[in-house]
């Protein structure tokens, strides 16, 4: 089974809002090492909303630059204002981006034709490969597979969609129904618990946020699905399982993971962007359990 893990980056942040370049560089190298096949720059756990167009831009170009072709680079190019995301996609692509990866339009309650005409316009305006980003949970709408289907029959650039939904018949429904008719197009899970399932399913595999912290046991997951090595397979789904708690021990995963990396000595600082912040000493005596249970060794 053929199968991809894509690391959507946290951002490392300076006490200033400014982003920490020589940290990114460093834990650039780490997930790559650790053989993770893409990195995403500009994504949800990179707090991409709390950026600038500008910043997002120059962190894209940084990217593209520095991995210099040691693995993909999909860049998160979703804006509110639709000429921006348009403009920043073509950006990332000259740059040198494999793909842009866009999430559609949020706060407003968009029907099916709403976004299907978002996204129709979009594709038809950028001269590069598009993944289409699926997160009904901060949208406030899912897009259907008839919706993915109507923009596959008219974008050839359109070749991916990332489903970050925590129910993996939601994500199986999308292979069943998108691959059968475009069996080249990618279908990646955005929870790494089901990275393992919906690739058994026909998936393509995962673009999650646990590779930030376990990169080694993420790459493991895909190279046991390559091998088909049922042993390992089902070893890792468990290891896998028990960290999931990162997404439920606090209300946003970003500053709990960015907490276990500076512990563990990665390039990352716990600055966040507003609205979000680091943990505070009260709030990291409650979670001090959740530390132990998965990255603290005693």
């Not at 000429?83 to 073509?90: D, F, H, P, Q």
């Not at 999308?174 to 990275?195: H, L, R, S």
């Not at 606090?250 to 276990?260: C, D, G, I, S």
Request: aromatic letters at 12%.
């Amino acid at each position: 089974m053929d199968c991809k893990y894509f690391c959507p980056i946290l951002t490392s942040v300076n006490a200033d809002g400014t982003v920490n370049y020589e940290n990114m560089h460093a834990f650039y190298d780490q997930i790559l090492g650790a053989g993770i096949d893409g990195i995403l720059v500009g994504g949800s756990a990179g707090e991409f909303y709390a950026f600038t167009y500008n910043e997002i831009k120059e962190m894209i170009a940084d990217a593209v630059k520095y991995i210099a072709g040691r693995g993909f680079v999909l860049a998160g190019t979703g804006r509110m204002a639709k000429s921006e995301t348009i403009s920043l996609s073509n950006a990332a692509i000259d740059a040198g981006a494999d793909a842009v990866i866009i999430v559609g339009p949020y706060y407003s309650a968009c029907t099916q034709e709403n976004v299907f005409q978002y996204y129709d316009d979009v594709m038809g305006q950028i001269h590069g490969n598009i993944f289409l980003y699926n997160f009904a949970d901060r949208t406030g709408y899912d897009v259907s597979g008839e919706t993915i289907l109507r923009l596959l029959a008219k974008h050839t650039n359109f070749i991916g969609v990332k489903d970050t939904h925590p129910i993996l018949r939601h994500t199986q429904r999308y292979i069943q129904e998108i691959k059968g008719q475009y069996p080249d197009f990618m279908v990646f899970t955005g929870y790494d618990n089901n990275c393992i399932p919906s690739v058994i399913s026909g998936g393509n595999g995962c673009i999650g946020a646990l590779s930030n912290v376990y990169p080694n046991m993420c790459h493991s997951a895909a190279e046991a699905l390559r091998n088909e090595d049922l042993a390992a397979i089902r070893k890792i789904q468990r290891q896998i399982d028990k960290r999931m708690k990162f997404y439920e021990a606090y209300p946003t995963f970003n500053p709990v993971m960015k907490w276990a990396l500076k512990e563990l000595g990665r390039p990352m600082q716990e600055n966040c962007k507003v609205p979000l912040s680091s943990l505070t000493a009260e709030e990291k005596n409650r979670l001090d359990a959740v530390a132990d249970e998965l990255w603290r060794t005693k």
